[in-house]
């Protein structure tokens, strides 16, 4: 209802308080990223957000176990609809979602919060394989040693954990 005909420009710094990500477990965020978005009502009580999130996020390497920062510049284009107290929602086990589902979100008692959403765009940026350059050589299998910085001299397989010595027996490639 605060929002004037013209529509509402927001330009904000993101805390992770306020976008529900502080005590994350998966990545922090850091310092430095800005919210850009103009917020316009709708004909209905419809609310539309476009914008553009920009973030840094600060990720631990899948190879080297070092921290990195990955950048988020993520375009905003979202719809809202207004979730009305008396409507009940639908358990089931499974549910079958409309293309319509996918792209709005709903908003409650008047109000719209932005920090959920860039939650979940936040967690959508962040990629499958996390790694600090696709030319990180990650950790030595053997010393441990990070490879980025100090190369070693163990030969692949030489620290092989007895452990698994049987199966590389029952695959025919161990020593008879």
Known sequence: SKIPEQGLSVKESLLPADVHVAGEEGFSLLPGGSLDALIERGDDETVHVRGRLAASLGL????????????VQQE?????LPHHAGVETEEEDEVELSDRDMVVAYYGEGRLDLGEVLREQLFLAIPMKRVCG???????????RNRNHTPCSCTPGQGNDPRLL???????????
């Open 60 to 71: 631990e390497c899948g190879r080297c176990l070092e921290a990195f920062a990955f950048p």
């Open 76 to 80: 905003l284009d979202l719809f809202y």
């Open 134 to 144: 696709e030319a990180c050589l990650g950790l030595c299998p053997t010393c441990g």
């Open 166 to 176: 049987p199966l590389k027996d029952l695959l025919g490639k161990g020593s008879k």
